[in-house]
């Protein structure tokens, strides 16, 4: 059984930065694709970054240029930079594996980011 367990979540101001953090337990970590999440209060949940196994990277419009997704398969973690996040980011974060990119089967917990000054 996988478990997805993130961190770094808080409040952060409009222009600052913050990391998130998700560890994965199990030791197919490093052939599964992963990504990063997000849903606001009253919206569905979006996709926010991902990152298949080799690490390329895909991104949602509305964060490209801002954020960054990267993994450390040593560590079986998976990152989120979020840097000069704006009001609109405030939501809870959520990480995800699976086989393949956009099919995953395990989902963490959920972060909660605040921006806000």
């Known amino acids: 059984q996988v478990q997805l367990v993130e961190s770094g979540g808080g409040l952060v101001q409009p222009g600052g930065s913050l990391r998130l953090s998700c560890a994965a337990s199990g030791s197919i970590f490093s052939i599964n694709a992963m990504g990063w999440y997000r849903q606001a209060p009253g919206k569905q949940r979006e996709l926010v970054a991902a990152i298949t196994s080799g690490g390329s990277t895909n991104y949602a419009d509305s964060v490209k240029g801002r954020f960054t997704i990267s993994r450390d398969n040593a560590k079986n973690t998976v990152y989120l930079q979020m840097n000069s996040p704006k009001p609109e980011d405030t939501a809870v974060y959520y990480c995800?594996?699976?086989?393949?990119?956009?099919?995953?089967?395990?989902w963490g917990q959920g972060t909660q980011v605040t921006v806000s000054s």
């Open positions: 995800s594996l699976g086989p393949r990119q956009y099919e995953y089967d395990y």
